[in-house]
């Protein structure tokens, strides 16, 4: 049950730091575009890169 719960753990952890990579570094590419179904000029927008 041990291997099981670390592959498990290990492959969320993964997905995780996927989406922060993608929604963080690659913010603009075509990839993340496709991800979240949004035109690239949409994710350009001032809107999406603001912190509030």
Known sequence: ???ITTVLTFL???EFFYIM???TITTTSVQTS???NME???LKG?????LL
């Open 12 to 14: 969320v952890a993964l």
């Open 34 to 36: 496709k991800i979240f």
């Open 1 to 3: 049950m041990s291997v």
């Open 21 to 23: 990579y993608i929604q």
């Open 40 to 42: 690239r000029d949409e």
């Open 46 to 50: 001032k809107s999406l890169n603001t």
